[in-house]
């Protein structure tokens, strides 16, 4: 069955530092996703993308956010300058799109800045 | 704020025994999933019911959605240990493609 996946599982980076973080949707979806999820909280959004373009981002996707899909399969997130509340679980989602809603997300990148 | 709310936060059980789960909302749906989250796993998508239905079943999942209620329930039937977990509802919108979460139930089955 297919499914999103996500690399890496882990992250460690210093404050400051930039970091990517990897996923790659499932292949005949349509719409991507960013959400986080600090330790304990709810998930919330950060940004969608849709036909090569960034269609919603919420609040706290500020400028040292940014998000691309550089080729056919990879979507990816970049943080410029890490904060330490940054650290969280970064899930990517990806739905197909139409009639469909269903959004199915990766397993997580645990995102720890130091 | 259009972000679900669950209820209970946390839900104890014994091995067996059904749970049922409430998630309310605010403003208007187009759908509502939900989905179980494993402690530090990811989110794993359990069911959808769009805005015109009103229950759906999948296995021992039953979901119910009473948009004049805004309010939506999980039942989970025979519960198992392994249905331990932190089950999300998630809100999506005529406006927009986001998905809005909920703060979770926390669900225990004892064995």
């Known amino acids: 069955e297919p499914e999103v996946t996500q690399t890496p599982s882990h992250q460690v980076t210093q404050m400051g530092q930039e970091v990517i973080l990897r996923c790659v949707p499932i292949?005949?979806?349509?719409?991507f996703y960013w959400y986080r999820q600090i330790l304990g909280q709810k998930v919330e959004f950060l940004v969608s993308?849709?036909?090569?373009?960034?269609?919603?981002k919420s609040e706290i996707f500020d400028d040292q956010f940014s998000v691309e899909r550089p080729d056919g399969s990879n979507f990816t997130l970049k943080i410029r300058s890490t904060k330490l509340e940054d650290s969280a679980m970064y899930f990517c989602?990806?739905?197909?799109?139409?009639?469909?809603?269903?959004?199915?997300f990766g397993p997580g990148t645990r995102l720890t800045v130091l | 704020s259009q972000q679900g709310e669950e209820d209970p936060q946390a839900l104890s059980i014994q091995e067996g025994e059904n749970a049922t789960m409430n998630c309310s909302y605010k403003?208007?749906?187009?759908?509502l999933q939900w989905y179980r989250q494993n402690s530090g796993r990811g989110l794993v998508h359990l069911i959808l019911?769009?805005?015109?239905?009103r229950e759906k079943h999948s296995g021992r999942l039953r979901v119910t959605l009473d948009t004049s209620k805004k309010s939506s329930s999980l039942l989970i039937t025979a519960s198992r240990a392994a249905d331990t977990a932190s089950y999300f509802c998630?809100?999506?919108?005529?406006?927009?493609?986001?998905?809005?979460f909920g703060t979770g139930t926390s669900l225990t089955v004892i064995p």
């Open positions: 989602a990806s739905k197909r799109g139409g009639a469909y809603n269903e959004q199915f």
């Open positions: 292949s005949n979806h349509l719409y």
């Open positions: 993308f849709y036909n090569n373009e960034i269609s919603e």
């Open positions: 403003t208007s749906i187009n759908n």
């Open positions: 019911i769009r805005s015109n239905e």
């Open positions: 998630a809100t999506g919108h005529n406006t927009g493609n986001q998905f809005y």
